[in-house]
């Protein structure tokens, strides 16, 4: 099946910095890729999904882009906010079944 | 709109018990799925159900059985629980396929096996 690796696994940033987050697929029969972010005590909630003939995305102060020949596809946080605090998870699709990676742990210091 | 409720928020079990979650949306939406999540290991799926009367397994299915019992509630059992089995599991919903459009997924059942 589909492996997702995701990295880093924590980043704090100061307020008002960017942050980015990368993920790498194995599968490329691949061709849907969204953005979760889950805060603490919730479900995951879509922030941003791209598919594979879109090379970048954007809504706002987040950004997604993929490289399918690479297989990886990046989320780009700029001017971050305290409210943007939270666990965000990449995730590439399968036949019946997204694979998530691992998550990052984003802090957002004041 | 409630969205995705999961029911209960909290469990502790003893090995060997059983026990179902129960989830309902009321976003008449096609599909529902449980994943777990376990540090670490991001969310893994369990079963889904692509519409009402069909389920399948997803990429850890053994040791629990699914039943979507109408277009709105599909719920997750675990027969004789065991404490490999102690996760957050979430229930989830789309209009369309799980890799074509948007996931909503409930707050979460965090269960502990003794």
């Known amino acids: 099946g589909e492996n997702v690796e995701q990295h880093p696994s924590t980043l704090s940033v100061q307020e008002g910095d960017s942050a980015v987050i990368k993920c790498t697929y194995s599968d490329s029969a691949s061709n849907y890729f969204p953005w979760y972010k889950q805060e603490l005590g919730k479900g995951p909630q879509l922030i941003i999904d791209i598919r594979s003939n879109v090379g970048e995305k954007k809504d706002q102060r987040i950004a997604v882009t993929l490289n399918k020949t690479a297989k990886h596809f990046s989320l780009h946080i700029t001017e971050t906010q305290p409210e943007d605090s939270a666990v965000y998870f990449c995730?590439?699709?399968?036949?019946?079944?997204?694979?998530f990676g691992t998550g990052t742990r984003l802090t957002v210091i004041p | 709109n409630a969205g995705v409720t999961q029911t209960p928020k909290f469990q502790v079990l003893k090995t060997g018990q059983s026990m179902t979650l129960q989830c309902a949306q009321d976003m008449n939406h096609n599909s529902m799925y449980w994943y777990r999540q376990d540090p670490g290991m991001g969310l893994r799926l369990i079963y889904y159900?692509?519409?009402?009367?069909?389920?399948d397994k997803g990429e850890v299915p053994n040791g629990y059985n699914v039943s979507r019992l109408n277009k709105r509630e599909f719920s997750l059992r675990l027969e004789s629980a065991a404490p490999s089995q102690t996760s957050v599991y979430f229930c989830?919903?789309?209009?369309?396929?799980?890799?074509?459009?948007?996931?909503?997924f409930g707050e979460g059942s965090r269960l502990t096996v003794l």
């Open positions: 159900s692509a519409s009402e009367g069909t389920t």
């Open positions: 989830a919903s789309s209009q369309r396929g799980v890799n074509t459009g948007e996931l909503f």
């Open positions: 995730a590439a699709s399968g036949a019946n079944n997204l694979f």
